[in-house]
């Protein structure tokens, strides 16, 4: 049987049983437990009930405040507690929640991450098994946070600490190896030194800190794409050197300014800013012939895939229905990202020509677009303990351009030839569904979404199919 569905079976099973060890006048435990300051807010009125009738003991008629108190409506404190929908859906949230990405929407763990001074106070463990990813934060005061991750690949570790007035985080996976050999005989002394670097190599920075009623994060990042090895082969001989010396760089770096104003939203949540990434993939390569230098050589080869962008962006999002137990939030990301090309130089496949006469420039090529993604996420509370949710996007292409001129230019000036071209487009894209529940018991909290493929084929998990997409846990103090 499926590991998932033998892990969603063990879930769904001590759930139940949590839920029917629940005492039914219970009010405290009405509001997600994955938020302790939610049970005490709740135990308050119902500590409140009982020293009520207390006054009033001293005169004689004590049959009447007997009479209140068991009149008192002890049913109702959970439907009080479902009233103040701000604390039941405001609370920490896995990475199963809001995969449309809807701004109004409660924090995630990844978001916290991503801006840390929303992990400052928190204590908790969540542990993510279908994704290899883990969280954990604790201590008094100035709050120390960890994070395990590995999605890509490559374990990768974020180290912060945070505040309720800031927050910073450090993120690294290390993945490189130096190699250095030397090879000596009579005839000839030979060197080889190489730096490689792994492809998921990475380090990251986020820092993010409330003002007044807004807050900004910065973050950054810098990652290698693809397996790069830096390499010197030096051959000493006699009568004779040479040297050879190889650089790649196959590496994204990427930063990101972002203005919200989370610490204050109300009806309505936005967030703006801008982003900027550049690809790099270009190779430098040397060789020396202290004999001939002739044969000495240097080349500068840019990848056709280099480019640098910037994206400005800006997301909406807001509560449209709203009841005691239930909410539906609407939202709009949008971004405009402008991509420009490097130049590059192409090798020539016809042999009759001689490759140092042949360019193939891309310095006019560059792309424009104003993206935008519609979503909708809904949260309904189920009693005390379940909450199911669920949401839908499409990303829509509002207007694309892509405009580009090619330069090939042979050894013949006049044979010049140049072609420009441009091409606009606009279409929207399919839309996606997603669906979870949450589960919460005391400091005990379950999310999961489930995996498109069991609505298809709800038999799924017994041969050998994915029935939860994103299964996470959290275990609060």
């Not at 801006?115 to 008094?140: H, I, S």
């Not at 009623?213 to 004779?240: F, H, M, P, Q, V």
């Not at 840019?302 to 509560?319: D, I, K, M, R």
Request: overall charge negative; hydrophobic content about 40%; charged content about 20%.
């Amino acid at each position: 049987m499926n590991i998932k569905l033998t892990t969603l079976a063990a879930a769904l099973a001590f759930s139940a049983a949590m839920a029917q060890e629940q005492p039914a006048a219970a009010p405290a435990q009405a509001a997600p437990a994955a938020d302790q300051a939610a049970p005490a807010e709740q135990a308050a009125p119902a500590e409140q009930a009982a020293p009520a009738p207390a006054p009033k003991p001293a005169p004689a008629p004590a049959p009447a405040p007997v009479e209140q108190k068991a009149e008192q409506p002890v049913a109702e404190a959970p439907a009080a507690a479902s009233d103040s929908s701000a604390d039941f859906f405001n609370v920490l949230r896995a990475r199963a929640f809001n995969m449309v990405g809807n701004q109004a929407a409660a924090t995630r763990v990844n978001d916290a991450l991503n801006t840390p001074y929303q992990m400052g106070g928190r204590k908790f463990a969540y542990l993510e098994p279908t994704n290899t990813f883990a969280t954990v934060a604790f201590g008094d005061g100035l709050t120390k946070f960890i994070a395990f991750d590995n999605s890509q690949g490559t374990a990768f570790t974020t180290l912060g600490l945070a505040s309720k007035s800031f927050g910073i985080a450090l993120g690294y996976a290390l993945n490189k190896k130096i190699t250095s050999i030397e090879n000596t005989d009579a005839n000839a002394k030979v060197s080889y030194d190489d730096y490689t670097v792994y492809a998921g190599d990475r380090l990251t920075f986020a820092f993010a800190a409330p003002i007044g009623g807004l807050d900004i994060a910065i973050n950054a990042a810098w990652t290698t794409y693809a397996t790069e090895t830096s390499y010197t082969l030096e051959t000493k001989t006699r009568n004779n050197t040479t040297k050879e010396e190889v650089d790649p760089d196959y590496w994204d770096l990427s930063g990101a300014f972002t203005l919200s104003n989370g610490p204050s939203a109300k009806s309505v949540s936005w967030a703006a800013g801008a982003a900027a990434a550049r690809h790099e993939n270009y190779t430098e390569a040397k060789y020396s012939d202290k004999a001939n230098p002739d044969n000495n050589d240097k080349s500068k080869v840019t990848g056709t895939s280099a480019y640098t962008t910037v994206q400005p962006f800006f997301n909406l999002g807001g509560a449209i229905l709203s009841s005691g137990n239930a909410h539906v939030l609407l939202g709009l990301n949008t971004s405009v990202p402008l991509t420009f090309f490097d130049e590059f130089k192409e090798k020539p496949t016809d042999d009759d020509v001689d490759e140092d006469d042949v360019d193939l420039n891309k310095d006019n090529y560059f792309t424009m677009a104003v993206l935008t993604s519609p979503n909708i996420l809904a949260e309904l509370g189920l009693g005390n303990c379940w909450m199911v949710f669920g949401g839908a996007s499409y990303d829509w292409t509002l207007f694309s351009m892509q405009n580009e001129e090619f330069i090939r230019d042979y050894t013949d000036k006049e044979n010049k030839s140049t072609a420009k071209g441009t091409a606009i487009t606009t279409n929207t894209g399919t839309v996606t569904v997603s669906a979870g529940t949450r589960f919460q018991y005391k400091n005990f909290a379950l999310e999961a979404s489930i995996a498109n493929n069991f609505y298809n084929n709800p038999l799924t998990g017994f041969n050998g199919g994915d029935m939860i997409a994103n299964l996470g846990a959290f275990l609060n103090f």
